[in-house]
Each structure stands twice: as C-alpha cells, then as structure tokens.
C-alpha cells in the first residue's frame, strides 16, 4: 500500500470512519494540530537529559496519540478519561513545589525553549478543539488533558 494514495489531491481527507472532509475542517485542525505537538515534543526529547522527563513525554505522546485517534472519528467512543488528566495533574505537583513562580517568566536555555513553543502549541490545540466541540461531541477529559498539559509543559520548560 502506498502512503500516496492521491484521494486528498482535491482537498479532501478521510477520518478513520472513511467519512471524506476538507483538510481544512475544524476536525482536521483540532487533531492536525496535536500531530503538531507530537512532532515538537519529538525534537524536544533530543535536548532533555533528564530519563524521568523523558520517561513522561513518552507517555504523554503515548496519550497525544489516542487523544488523535479519538478526534479522528465521529462517534462517541472515548480513549482519554480521567486518569490521563490524573497523571498530568500528578506530574505537575511533582515538580511544582520546587519551582518558584511568582510570576510567567521566560525560559533561559535551549530546552525551556522547545518546551514553551510545545506549551504554545498545546494551547493552540486545545483552543481548536474547544472550537470543534462548539458543534461537535468532544469527550471532557479530551479539554481536560489539554489544559493540563500546557500546565505541565510550562513547569518543564522551567527545568
């Protein structure tokens, strides 16, 4: 099978459901987006020496990936629940205390730095997905996850 199929040349896409949509589709953008994310936490594991951080984001791309199959269908079938965001929230207070935030500062080194861009485009996911759910089933964990996530990218951006 071949990865050029020639189907999209139109400017169609298909779910995993085979429903065709525009590749510009409010799905589309919400799921595009987390590839995204996916994509930028790969580069930025290149840079982390920390094998407890590394560990994390493999996880949270292990999620990153069942989060985009699930807005890959129509149905209602949810891959992220409340122990995805319970780990993050875990992960978040592990590191927390030690950092002291008074304020949004800016990182200082190279690896702060992808992970903030990682943050940002976490937010950008979650404000796509928030769009997609103004018309369209999106589990609550699926918000929850997201708005975490930027929470835990930012305190590793931090490290």
């Known amino acids: ?4 199929t020639k ?21 589309i953008e919400a799921y595009g987006t987390i590839d995204e994310l996916y994509s930028f936490l790969n580069e930025a594991m290149y840079y982390v020496e ?17 989060m985009m199959a699930e807005l890959a269908h129509t149905d209602k ?7 995805h965001e ?10 927390e205390k030690d950092l002291n935030l008074s304020s949004f500062t800016s990182a200082n080194n190279i690896i702060g730095a992808k992970f903030d861009i ?3 485009i976490s937010r950008r996911a979650e404000r796509r997905i928030i769009t997609l759910s103004k018309d369209n089933y999106v589990s609550k ?12 990218l930012f305190i590793y951006s931090r490290f």
């Open 1 to 4: 099978m071949s990865i050029s």
């Open 7 to 27: 189907k999209g040349d139109s400017g169609s896409t298909s779910l995993w459901s085979g429903e065709r949509l525009p590749k510009d589709d409010i799905r």
């Open 50 to 66: 920390n094998e407890s951080f590394k560990s994390f984001i493999e996880i949270i791309k292990s999620h990153l990936q069942l």
């Open 77 to 83: 079938k949810s891959l992220i629940n409340e122990s």
């Open 86 to 95: 319970k780990l993050l929230s875990d992960e978040i207070h592990k590191y």
């Open 118 to 120: 990682c943050r940002a």
């Open 141 to 152: 964990h699926i918000l929850m996850y997201m708005n975490r996530l930027s929470d835990l």
